[in-house]
């Protein structure tokens, strides 16, 4: 089976084929700032983006004979996880998204190649995957539900990888995923279901290199009505200029195990307070899974820290054993959905 997986990001489309699961090409067409500032909204992208798609396989000798195109989903509404046909409602909301974001281009693209390949195209395990319980969702506001929004498509990935190495199926067990990156979400996946996770994107959970986390609410809304700042700029605090960046001025992980390393009691004490709001996470996914965890998976980029790690696991390794699969493979993961749809082991969803 031969696979085409289309994945924009803020300043690159990454391109790949599979052929079953083998990679066999894989390109990053990089946009610089300066491509991009006529651009004002992430829509008048995609006829840009789209030709830089054939104008890379064609550079590259691909013929546009697929068995299969399968783009990460973009901002759509809350739908459970899983494999969607590109179909003509996922176009429209897309086009028509709440949220700007290049991961919205990803189906537009695919579904254009795929009338040109005549083959079916795919979108699968977007963000906005929502399998919470009711109870899960209410807050004490009623206007203020919580909302289902964290790194859906690597946390089911690494999930079924670990559930085949003991040679069961994902929807066999109880995992807890832990996604560290930018953003941090913190996952209980119930017999094949997420059932409850911290919104990873919008100020809810543990803080991360730039996210602010979950913030005393009454504080927080003192600071908005303090005259102080405009509303992107508490915007940008919760995402985008929060977290570690707010205390050290740096996402640079790394760096501030150094600084932490030599010495610097404030680096360390940064960090290890992130870590500790992880760990506190994990253990209200252990509660929401009535404390019947198989395993707690790490993943993403930080996953690779190893004094990251080390020190969660601490924190959190009585409550099931804890299983490290660090990084994060966002093409493989969607070649292994399309595999799995074409090969039927998956079954294809339609968006309604």
């Known amino acids: 089976m031969k696979i085409l997986v289309i994945n924009p990001g803020s300043t690159s489309t990454k391109l790949a084929v599979y052929e079953d699961s083998t990679q066999v090409w894989k390109e990053s067409v990089y946009h610089s700032a300066e491509e991009l500032a006529p651009y004002h909204h992430i829509n008048e992208q995609y006829e840009y983006r789209k030709e830089h798609v054939y104008t890379a396989l064609a550079k590259a000798g691909i013929s546009l004979h697929f068995d299969a195109i399968i783009a990460r989903g ?18 429209h909301d897309l086009w028509n998204a709440n949220m700007e974001h290049a991961s919205n281009l990803a189906a537009l693209i695919a579904d254009d190649i795929a009338s040109h390949s005549g083959c079916p195209s795919f979108i699968a395990d977007p963000v906005v995957t929502d399998e919470l319980r009711d109870i899960a969702r209410l807050t004490g506001i009623p206007e203020v539900p919580r909302i289902s929004i964290f790194h859906a498509l ?7 990888q670990y559930a085949a190495s003991i040679h069961k199926k994902y929807e066999e067990l109880n995992l807890i995923v832990v996604h560290l990156g930018g953003g941090i ?12 996770v911290n919104n990873a994107l919008n100020g809810e959970g543990p803080f991360s290199p730039e996210r602010a986390g ?7 809304v003192d600071l908005c009505f303090s ?14 200029k929060g977290g ?6 740096t996402t ?12 610097n009691k404030k680096h360390k004490l940064v960090l290890d307070a992130m870590i500790y709001t992880v760990a506190k996470q994990v253990g209200a996914m252990h509660v929401a899974l009535e404390c019947q965890t198989d395993a707690i998976i790490l993943t993403g980029g930080i996953a690779h820290c190893q004094y990251c790690t080390d020190l969660l696991t601490q924190w959190i390794h009585k409550l099931a054993p804890v299983i490290i699969i660090p990084g994060e493979d966002e093409m493989g993961a969607l070649a292994m959905n399309a595999l799995g749809v074409l090969h039927k082991e998956l079954p294809l969803q339609e968006y309604l």
């Open 74 to 91: 973009g901002l759509l509404k809350p739908i459970p996880g899983g494999v969607y046909r590109i179909n003509e409602r996922i176009k």
């Open 154 to 160: 690597n946390s089911r990935a690494v999930s079924r």
């Open 185 to 196: 979400s913190v996952s209980a996946h119930h017999f094949g279901k997420v059932i409850d």
């Open 214 to 220: 979950t913030v005393p609410a009454r504080q927080l």
């Open 227 to 240: 005259g102080k700042y405009k509303y992107e700029e508490i915007r940008k605090m919760l995402n985008g």
């Open 244 to 249: 570690l960046l707010a205390h050290l001025g």
């Open 252 to 263: 640079d992980v790394p760096t501030i195990v150094r600084w932490a390393h030599a010495g």
